[in-house]
């Protein structure tokens, strides 16, 4: 199993940016996505960010541009760049993980997620 730790929310003005992290540990093998999912107050949990373990990245049309996800192996952490925040970016964020043998798609089309962090709060003021 693989266990997950979110940090680096808050609270920013609107144009203000975050990092998020995600403390990652568990993983046995070298074929795992991980991806970073977002839940705005009275919607859906939705993908906003994906990444294999070789850097791979896939980006939601809504965020890309503005966002960047990234994976320092070295220190099994996962990482959200998010600059240029709106408002409408408020929400909790969470990482997952799956590990992914034969899956030839990207981490943010995969459906599945079995493991999941227990959420990081952002808050962008107008």
């Known amino acids: 199993q693989v266990q997950l730790v979110e940090s680096g929310g808050g609270s920013v003005e609107s144009g203000g940016s975050l990092r998020l992290s995600c403390a990652a540990s568990g993983f046995t093998g070298s074929s795992y996505c991980l991806a970073w999912f977002r839940q705005l107050p009275g919607k859906e949990r939705e993908a906003v960010a994906g990444?294999?373990?070789?850097?791979?990245?896939s980006i939601a049309d809504s965020v890309k541009g503005r966002w960047t996800i990234s994976l320092d192996n070295a220190k099994n952490t996962l990482y959200l760049q998010m600059d240029d925040l709106s408002p409408e970016d408020t929400g909790m964020y969470f990482c997952?993980?799956?590990?992914?043998?034969?899956?030839?798609?990207?981490?943010?089309?995969?459906?599945?997620?079995?493991?999941w962090g227990q959420g990081t709060q952002v808050t962008v003021s107008s």
């Open positions: 997952a993980a799956q590990k992914t043998a034969q899956y030839s798609g990207t981490c943010l089309g995969l459906m599945f997620y079995g493991s």
């Open positions: 990444i294999d373990l070789r850097g791979t990245d």
